[in-house]
C-alpha cells in the first residue's frame, strides 16, 4: 500500500474509534435514561454511529486494508463521553444532555479534522462528510433538548 492510502486508512480507522466510543456512550445513556424520549433517543443515536461505523470499516475493507479489531469501548469511555458516568449517577437528564454534547462536540472535532486531510480520495471524503452533516444534527438536537424547558437544569 502507499502512504496515501495508508494514511486514509488512518483516518478512517481514527473515526471509527470516536464512533464507537458515541456508539457506547450513547448506549450506556440509554440504559440509565428515565425519560422514555431520551431513552428512544439515545438508542437510535447509538444505533447510528453503529452503522457508520460499519460503513466506514467497509471502506477501509474496500481500500485494501484489515478492519482494526480493537476499540476503546472495552475499557473506559473516551474523548468528551468520559464524564458520562458521574452525569448518570446524578440522575438528572440536562447534566447527562450536557455530557452527551460535549462527547458530540469532541466527535465534530475529529471529523472536522478528517475533512481537513488534502489526500482523501472523493469517496471516503463523501462518506465522511455525509456522516458528519449528520452528527452535527445529532449535536443540535442534543444541545436543543439540553436547553429546553423540559430538561432544563432546576
Known sequence: M???IDHVITVLNDLVEVLKDGEYGFKTAADDAKAPELKRLFHNYSNQRAEFASHL???VLALGAPVEKHGSVTGS???GWINLKAAISTNEP???LAEAERGEDSALESY???LETEDLDSETRTLISHQYGAIRAVHDRVKE???S???KKP
Request: glycine share 0%.
Open 57 to 59: 470499516q467497509a471502506r
Open 94 to 96: 440536562h447534566a447527562v
Open 77 to 79: 469511555l473516551h474523548r
Open 112 to 114: 472536522k479534522k478528517a
Open 2 to 4: 502507499n502512504a496515501t
Open 149 to 151: 424547558p423540559a430538561y
Open 145 to 147: 433538548l439540553r436547553d
